[in-house]
T-cell receptor, first 112, second 110 residues
Framework: DAEITQSPRHKITETGRQVTLACHQT?????MFWYRQDLGHGLRLIHYSYGVQDTNKGEVSDGYSVSRSNTEDLPLTLESAASSQTSVYFC???????????FGSGTRLTVV | QKEVEQDPGPLSVPEGAIVSLNCTYSNSAFQYFMWYRQYSRKGPELLMYTYSSGNKEDGRFTAQVDKSSKYISLFIRDSQPSDSATYLCASHTGGFKTIFGAGTRLFVKA
């Protein structure tokens, strides 16, 4: 069955370190998204991609970057981790149209 | 002002009750409206998807959109303990970049 997987599920890192969160989907969806979820803020869009070599900034993109070299993967990199980036991160993919998003199970990141 | 506003709750109801969950939005360009359900420590899953104004029914769930008042509703009939989750409303203009509400936590007591 097709799926979308995120790794790792949990990560603790130190302030200032570079961290990469993986997202891999086998749905063959062109559209992929990264959100962070924080209490009181809900899901906020970090970056998104509509296809290979396409990346776009969302509303909270400062300190994050993504690259899209193939259809299946959209890794999220925190260039220099900060305590404010402690959050739960969700990756999602969509074929577009009326299908909505399919979300991964999330990565819980703690920056100490 | 957030583009999609949602009361965080929590909302607690007895089993079998009719549940009403609501959102308001500010962007007149929104055309597509969704409800997602999120269980604890899981990713959100799509529950309902509607286009423009009107009602859509799927089993015990009914989604309602009133574009004139910028109001989105989800009704759950005969609520079950398994419906206990956080419900997120969401909208987009057609460009697939979806804006989410903060979510309402629902507890259905057996």
């Amino acid at each position: 069955d097709a799926e979308i997987t995120q790794s790792p599920r949990h990560k603790i890192t130190e302030t200032g370190r570079q961290v990469t969160l993986a997202c891999h989907q086998t749905w063959n969806h062109n559209n992929m998204f990264w959100y962070r979820q924080d209490l009181g803020h809900g899901l906020r869009l970090i970056h998104y991609s509509y296809g290979v070599q396409d990346t776009n900034k969302g509303e909270v993109s400062d300190g994050y970057s993504v690259s899209r070299s193939n259809t299946e993967d959209l890794p999220l990199t925190l260039e220099s981790a900060a305590s404010s980036q402690t959050s739960v991160y969700f990756c999602a993919s969509s074929p577009g149209g009326s299908y909505g998003y399919t979300f991964g199970s999330g990565t819980r990141l703690t920056v100490v | 002002q957030k583009e999609v506003e949602q009361d965080p709750g929590p909302l607690s109801v007895p089993e079998g009750a009719i549940v009403s969950l609501n959102c308001t939005y500010s962007n007149s360009a929104f055309q597509y409206f969704m409800w997602y359900r999120q269980y604890s420590r899981k990713g959100p899953e799509l529950l309902m998807y509607t286009y423009s104004s009107g009602n859509k029914e799927d089993g015990r769930f009914t989604a309602q959109v009133d574009k004139s008042s910028k109001y989105i509703s989800l009704f759950i009939r005969d609520s079950q303990p398994s419906d206990s989750a956080t419900y997120l409303c969401a909208s987009h203009t057609g460009g697939f970049k979806t804006i989410f509400g903060a979510g309402t936590r629902l507890f259905v007591k057996a």
